[in-house]
């Protein structure tokens, strides 16, 4: 745990129902803004909501709607120099993460000083020049609350992070009308990487009490309300659960990190485009498993706020009832937990391996530390 830390948080958030309506007063004073999206959310008619309030708010807008699920940095470089020709006061992003990330992006790009792949060496170049509102249509990523932003370099076919406390975000809509109508398929990957965030950040090197607070909550909040949220689209109150455990969890990665779940799943979505939450949740259970010797009394203390009901367990006993329902969570939403469908090859474990060990950044928040034969093992669970 570390022994200095401190909270990183975007400036104001608002939650609950008809929270959408603050866009009112966040809009006052503006003439022109840019919505950031993509044509999913677009022709799903998510995007009427928001843009309604931009309309009666009589302020103009572009839209920019061609944005890529998990983009390269030159297709993010794109849309950057496109929205650096608009002049607008205020970027809107609606969607999941891949939306967020390109609009952070783009508040530090409102500039020709530096570009994306300048900012992939040297991150601290980053300079905000445009406030920024982001509107999640899903509860997972966490986006609105981190300072990072994930983009594939296609020349290494891995995703990489570029984080600078600059990114983070000025204004934060968590309305829970916008993941009334997810897909199911869609809402339980996204829903498993918050799960993801929350017991990484808790369990990482660089977990302290402020991250703790929230990783803790969104692991309360997430593991009692998941199921319910993905199978049920009227169950209102488990998604604006899970809106706010996204933000909390995203908070958390904020103020810690994630750990070698992130770091050996990089690859798997950089290489092979697996689903950024299903690669996670692949990962997830031989992450946690390796993890747990290292983990045990986090994992009892994750039990005593998650579970409720026996505290007269022992630690062990704790611990393995965390790991069960970990598991458990993964096979009622039906989320892949091997690399079989995705016809990812034995031959390239060395490749993997070697992706996958390059994510330092992350691997060292790892309690348990990771070798190359770690690794190694940790990926031949899935293949």
Not at 301 to 309: I, L
């Amino acid at each position: 745990m570390l022994d200095k830390y401190n909270l990183k948080m975007p400036k104001e958030v608002y939650s609950g129902v008809n929270s959408l309506d603050k866009m009112k007063d966040i809009l006052k004073g503006k003439s022109k803004v840019v919505i950031f999206t993509d044509k999913g959310i677009a022709n799903s008619g998510l995007l009427e909501i928001p843009l309604q309030y931009v309309k009666e708010a009589g302020v103009s807008y572009e839209l920019l709607d061609d944005l890529k699920v998990e983009p390269s940095c030159d297709e993010v470089q794109e849309v950057v120099d496109r929205f650096k020709t608009t002049k607008a006061e205020l970027i809107i992003a609606v969607g999941g993460g891949s939306v967020m990330d390109t609009a952070k992006l783009a508040s530090v790009l409102f500039t020709n000083d530096y570009t994306v792949r300048d900012l992939l060496s040297d991150p601290s170049k980053a300079v905000k020049n445009i406030k920024t509102l982001m509107i999640p249509t899903t509860a997972g990523t966490g986006s609105e609350a981190t300072p990072n932003s994930i983009v594939l370099v296609p020349e290494k076919q891995m995703k990489v992070g570029i984080v600078n406390d600059e990114m983070i975000s000025d204004y934060v809509i968590l309305d829970a009308v916008m993941i009334k109508k997810l897909p199911r398929k869609i809402a339980a990957a996204t829903e498993i990487d918050a799960l993801s965030h929350a017991i990484e950040c808790y369990t990482s090197n660089k977990a302290n009490p402020f991250s703790n607070m929230f990783a803790l909550e969104a692991l309360d909040l997430i593991m009692n309300n998941i199921e319910e949220a993905c199978n049920n689209p009227e169950a209102m109150e488990a998604k604006n659960s899970m809106m706010i455990a996204s933000f909390y969890a995203g908070v958390a990665i904020a103020t810690s990190g994630t750990t070698a779940v992130h770091a050996l799943s990089y690859p798997l979505g950089g290489k092979y485009h697996v689903p950024h939450g299903v690669s996670n949740a692949i990962m997830l259970m031989p992450v946690m498993r390796f993890n747990e010797p290292m983990c045990r009394e986090l994992f009892a203390k994750a039990y005593d706020r998650v579970s409720r009901s026996n505290p007269s367990l022992t630690v062990e006993e704790k611990s393995k009832w965390m790991l069960n329902r970990l598991q458990e969570i993964l096979v009622n939403l039906d989320i892949p937990t091997n690399l079989k469908e995705y016809n990812v090859p034995e031959s390239d474990l060395d490749i993997l391996v070697e992706s996958g060990m390059e994510v330092q950044r992350l691997l060292v928040n790892n309690m348990r530390h990771v070798t190359h034969e770690d690794a190694r093992a940790l990926y031949l669970e899935v293949l």
